[in-house]
C-alpha cells in the first residue's frame, strides 16, 4: 500500500522541478527523491563551507536572525544563511519547508486556487474581541497607512491577497511565491497601536517645509540601521521599524513636490 501525500505538498514538490526559491530558500532536488534546502544567496556556495543542520537545527535558523534577534514573522526577510538541510522524502520535504515558513505550503496551494480563500482587512478585524476590537474603528486612510508599514518587503516577504478599502493586494510579482491569506498578529497588533495613537491628544506641530525632508531623511536613515535591541513585535516601542514606517507614511505625503523646472540656483 503506497503511502498517502499530502496533494499540496506533492503539488508544491512538482513545483520545484530541478531546483526553485522559495521566499529567501533555495530548495534543489536530488537523485533518490531527496532535496537540498539552503539559504538562496549561498545557492553558488560549496556543499562543504555550509553546516549541515537537523530539523530542530533548521527551527533554530528560522526562528532567531545572525544578530541574535527572535524573528516573530518567519517570512520577514533576514533569513541567516551558513546552514543546509537535506530531506529524504516528501514528508521530510513538507517539515523543513514548516520549520522555515510555518503553515507556507498549505498557504501556497490555497493560493494556487482559482479563487483564493483570502480574509480580508475589514472582514479580520470585525471579528477582534477584547483588546484589538478597537481595529473594527480604524478610519479607512489609516488601515491603508497601517497596512503599507506593516508589510511592506522590507519586512515581510508574503505577498498580501488580501485587501483594504484604497490598497490593492500585491502585485503578482511581488515578494515571493508564500501569499498571505490574511491579516496576521503583528499586523493586527500595529493596528491596535494606529488607533489608540489616533485617539491620542495631538501636538500642534509647525514644520517648515525645508524641515519636513530633514524628518524623513532622519526616519529613513532610522529604518536602515535598527537597534538589534527593538523587538519586532514590540509596537509599543517608539523605535519599533513599523512604527517608524507609519510615520513615515504620514509624513511622506507631505514632502514638498520635486520642481519640475530642474534644479535651481542656490539662494
Ligand atoms: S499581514 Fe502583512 S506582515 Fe503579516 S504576514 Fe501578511 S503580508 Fe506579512
Given at each position: ?6 496533494p499540496?505538498l ?37 556543499a562543504n ?33 551558513g546552514?543546509m ?12 519547508i514548516?520549520?522555515?515558513?510555518p ?19 475589514k472582514?479580520?478585524t ?21 497596512v ?7 519586512f ?11 490598497l ?15 491579516p ?14 489616533e ?12 524641515d519636513l525632508?530633514?524628518l524623513?531623511?532622519a ?22 521599524p513599523?512604527r ?15 520642481d ?8
Amino acid at each position: 500500500m503506497s503511502a498517502y501525500v499530502n496533494p499540496a505538498l506533492k503539488a508544491f514538490a512538482d513545483s520545484i522541478g530541478e531546483e526553485r526559491d522559495f521566499v529567501e530558500t533555495r530548495i534543489r532536488r536530488l537523485d533518490g527523491g531527496r532535496f537540498e534546502l539552503r539559504h538562496a544567496a549561498e545557492a553558488a556556495l560549496p556543499a562543504n563551507s555550509l553546516e549541515p543542520v537537523d530539523l530542530p537545527g533548521l527551527r533554530r535558523v528560522a526562528r532567531i536572525t545572525a544578530s541574535g534577534a527572535f524573528r516573530p514573522n518567519k517570512a520577514a526577510p533576514g533569513l541567516r544563511g551558513g546552514w543546509m538541510h537535506t530531506v529524504r522524502t516528501l514528508p521530510e520535504l513538507g517539515l523543513a519547508i514548516d520549520a522555515l515558513y510555518p503553515g507556507a505550503v498549505p498557504d501556497w496551494f490555497a493560493g494556487q486556487l482559482p479563487t483564493p480563500p483570502i480574509t480580508h482587512f475589514k472582514d479580520f478585524t470585525a471579528r477582534q474581541t477584547g483588546l484589538y476590537r478597537i481595529t473594527q474603528i480604524l478610519p479607512t486612510p489609516l488601515a491603508a497607512r497601517t497596512v503599507q508599514a506593516c508589510c511592506g518587503e522590507q519586512f515581510c516577504l508574503r505577498r498580501r491577497l488580501w485587501t483594504t478599502e484604497g490598497l490593492a493586494p500585491d502585485d503578482a510579482t511581488a515578494k515571493s511565491a508564500l501569499p498571505c491569506l490574511e491579516p496576521c498578529a503583528l499586523l493586527l497588533d500595529l493596528a491596535r497601536r494606529a488607533m489608540k495613537l489616533e485617539q491620542e491628544e495631538k501636538h500642534a506641530l509647525a514644520v517648515s517645509h525645508g524641515d519636513l525632508p530633514v524628518l524623513v531623511a532622519a526616519l529613513e536613515r532610522a529604518l536602515e540601521d535598527p537597534s538589534p535591541a527593538v523587538r519586532e513585535g514590540n509596537t509599543m516601542d517608539p523605535a519599533n521599524p513599523r512604527r517608524i514606517q507609519l510615520m513615515l507614511e504620514v509624513l511622506r505625503p507631505l514632502l514638498p513636490k520635486p520642481d519640475a523646472s530642474g534644479p535651481t540656483s542656490p539662494e
